[in-house]
């Protein structure tokens, strides 16, 4: 079943007939790129911090690039033009809620604008590590309306496959502890003041960011990854879920 998807648009070319491989994006788009033809593939790994993202990112790139891919990879607060101005801003506490997605929302567009639809265009496989499906979890958790978050990244290209990372609350905080001995302030939802104590903040916000993410699995498509396992276990359930999606649409 497709995911259903808010004022889905598909791009056209010039002469109004369907691109071999139809953009789409989650609202009205970005008008030029109706008039691009994309020859690569969006892959998005989700999941929050602990759950083995950044490293099944490499595992892929290092799987589809033996295998004759070429492959760019891209992320959040990567932006050269707003990316530190994100970290700037995070630091100095209290930010207020829509000034935080805002600022994720501009360095999600210039990535987008320079990054990733260059690398599509050039026929690139792109794995991206968190889209902005974390972004609009995290709003929607913190009281923002979800009608304003899906606008608010209705330019957003439909990626070919959505993957999220589903670790149980208490073992992302061992995970996290044991690598970095530290809560980040947000990801343990600090700001929200759910807790006296910093793990039971972690398990509730996590527990809250969760929800959230089952309900995007049938609205955009994510496809659950059960990521409580070892990293080979999980990088073999996922090499093969896009190995079995590329030479399905290979042309």
Do not use: C
């Not at 994309?38 to 911090?49: A, H, N, Q, S, T």
């Not at 492959?71 to 630091?91: F, H, M, N, Y």
């Not at 600022?103 to 265009?121: G, K, M, Q, T, V």
């Not at 902005?132 to 899906?150: D, E, F, H, N, P």
């Amino acid at each position: 079943m497709s995911p259903i998807i808010p004022g889905l648009r598909v791009g056209r070319n010039l002469r109004g007939n369907s691109y071999n491989r139809p953009i789409k994006f989650y609202g009205d788009g970005i008008p030029y790129i109706r008039r691009t033809k994309f020859k690569g593939r969006l892959i998005v790994i989700e999941g929050p911090d602990g759950s083995g993202r950044s490293s099944q990112v490499e595992l892929i790139k290092t799987k589809l690039e033996s295998d004759g891919h070429a492959v760019t990879t891209t992320g959040l607060k990567r932006s050269e033009l707003i990316g530190e101005g994100v970290l700037a801003a995070k630091q100095k506490l209290p930010v207020g809620q829509k000034t935080l997605a805002l600022f994720y929302a501009a360095d999600f567009a210039d990535r987008l604008e320079h990054h990733i639809i260059p690398s599509l265009e050039a026929g690139s496989i792109v794995i991206a590590d968190r889209y902005i499906y974390t972004l609009m979890a995290r709003s929607v958790v913190r009281g923002i309306s979800r009608k304003w978050t899906q606008d608010l990244f209705g330019f957003a290209i439909v990626p070919d496959q959505i993957f999220y990372l589903d670790v149980s609350p208490e073992k992302l905080f061992h995970r996290i502890f044991q690598k970095y001995s530290a809560m980040d302030y947000y990801e343990a939802g600090a700001d929200m003041g759910l807790a006296d104590d910093l793990y039971d903040s972690f398990i509730i916000y996590q527990q809250k960011m969760a929800q959230e993410f089952k309900k995007m699995e049938k609205h955009y498509g994510l496809v659950p990854i059960d990521a409580n396992r070892t990293i080979e276990e999980v990088n073999q359930d996922l090499q093969g879920r896009i190995t079995s999606y590329l030479n399905a649409t290979r042309t």
